[in-house]
T-cell receptor, first 112, second 113 residues
Framework: EDKVVQSPLSLVVHEGDTVTLNCSYE??????LLWYKQEKKAPTFLFML????IEKKSGRLSSILDKKELFSILNITATQTGDSAIYLC????????????FGTGTRLQVTL | DAGVTQSPTHLIKTRGQQVTLRCSPK?????VSWYQQALGQGPQFIFQ???????QRGNFPDRFSGHQFPNYSSELNVNALLLGDSALYLC????????????FGQGTRLTVV
């Protein structure tokens, strides 16, 4: 059975701090690892990673995948209060679009 | 271009009743997946529909069933509701075989009393 474990479960930081969120996984026939941000209801897509060692960046967010050690990290630099959300990590097996196995998520709270 | 739309946004039902939730996928997408997200948990895969057939199913009882229509929209039906079915139900759409990300709707918050 596919499995995703995220850590920490919860995090409170001050605005301007840098945070690193962790995601480890076990999946049969790995296809991709995805990060989503969930503020109220709909998870919104951040990154999809398929290859090891290639960093993906979007503004202050970046992510990288290690397929040998089976983990990924999501970095957020210069955090802002608008970054407060639940960050979800998910894995997708080959051949099945959008059948995702999610972790429990990391709840990030950014305070002034 | 409309994204994934779900209806209704909120719903309150009584134990034992039946409920139907609806989803319209993003334009150009042909695959719809349904997820259940209990409070404090990540979304859990219920099932996936492609070409009007259930293609994959997660660990959910037969009380959960679905349908996909020729226009790719989908319904999730839950029979004999239990208190434990209270959750946020999310619909995700994608394009089969494209290897691209899934897009999620705003969800339907179901409360069973």
């Amino acid at each position: 059975e596919d499995k995703v474990v995220q850590s920490p479960l919860s995090l409170v930081v001050h605005e301007g701090d840098t945070v690193t969120l962790n995601c480890s996984y076990e999946v049969t026939n790995f296809r991709s690892l995805l990060w989503y941000k969930q503020e109220k209801k709909a998870p919104t897509f951040l990154f999809m990673l398929t290859s090891s060692g290639i960093e993906k960046k979007s503004g202050r967010l970046s992510s990288i995948l290690d397929k040998k050690e089976l983990f990924s990290i999501l970095n957020i630099t210069a955090t802002q209060t608008g970054d407060s959300a639940i960050y979800l990590c998910a894995v997708s097996p080959t051949g099945t679009a959008s059948k995702l196995t999610f972790g429990t998520g990391t709840r990030l709270q950014v305070t002034l | 271009d409309a994204g994934v739309t779900q209806s209704p946004t909120h719903l309150i039902k009584t134990r034992g009743q039946q409920v139907t939730l609806r989803c319209s996928p993003k334009s150009g997408h042909d695959t719809v997946s349904w997820y259940q997200q209990a409070l404090g948990q990540g979304p859990q895969f219920i099932f996936q529909y492609y070409e009007e057939e259930e293609r994959q199913r997660g660990n959910f009882p037969d009380r959960f069933s679905g349908h996909q229509f020729p226009n790719y929209s989908s319904e999730l039906n839950v029979n004999a509701l239990l208190l434990g079915d209270s959750a946020l139900y999310l619909c995700a759409s994608s394009l089969q075989g494209a290897g691209t990300e899934a897009f999620f709707g705003q969800g339907t918050r179901l409360t069973v009393v």
